[in-house]
């Protein structure tokens, strides 16, 4: 196992869940429920096991960020480059080879709109390259 920076790893597991607060919150939250095709009677009945929800996600975001940690521990001996520059660059080589190829299912699977799949797409490219930086810089 690869020494990694925990307190790092911490850090950007809360940056994940802030970004994902604002960004299913005030910056995209209407336009992604109206595609999700959500009602205010879901939101309402969805509250119920809202923190179990949560909990698991923040399991999953630092699980990402432990995962990217060591992604960029390997990176930075293979393409020396180094910093902030690395764990983002790290960060959206992953967003492309495994967030856009599974991501895409929405779309061609479960007929969800374009729209719905950049919103979601999009919160992990910017929290991938959020995240690489901070760990990029740490690790």
Aim: hydrophobic share 60%; glycine share 10%.
């Amino acid at each position: 196992m690869v020494p990694v920076n925990y307190l790092a790893i911490i850090a950007s597991t809360i940056l994940m869940m802030i970004l994902g607060y604002a960004w299913y919150g005030p910056i995209f939250g209407s336009h992604w429920s109206a595609a999700m095709g959500f009602t205010h009677e879901h939101h309402a009945a969805n509250k119920k096991g809202a923190k179990t929800r949560y909990l698991i996600m923040t399991l999953g975001a630092f699980l990402m960020s432990f995962i990217l940690a060591h992604a960029i521990i390997f990176a930075e001996s293979f393409m020396q480059v180094s910093g902030a520059f690395a764990g983002m660059l790290v960060g959206v080589m992953n967003w492309l080879g495994f967030i856009v190829p599974v991501s895409l299912s929405i779309v061609l699977w479960d007929n969800k709109p374009w729209k719905l799949w950049f919103i979601n797409a999009g919160y992990y490219l910017v929290g991938l390259v959020i995240i690489g930086a901070v760990l990029g810089l740490w690790v």
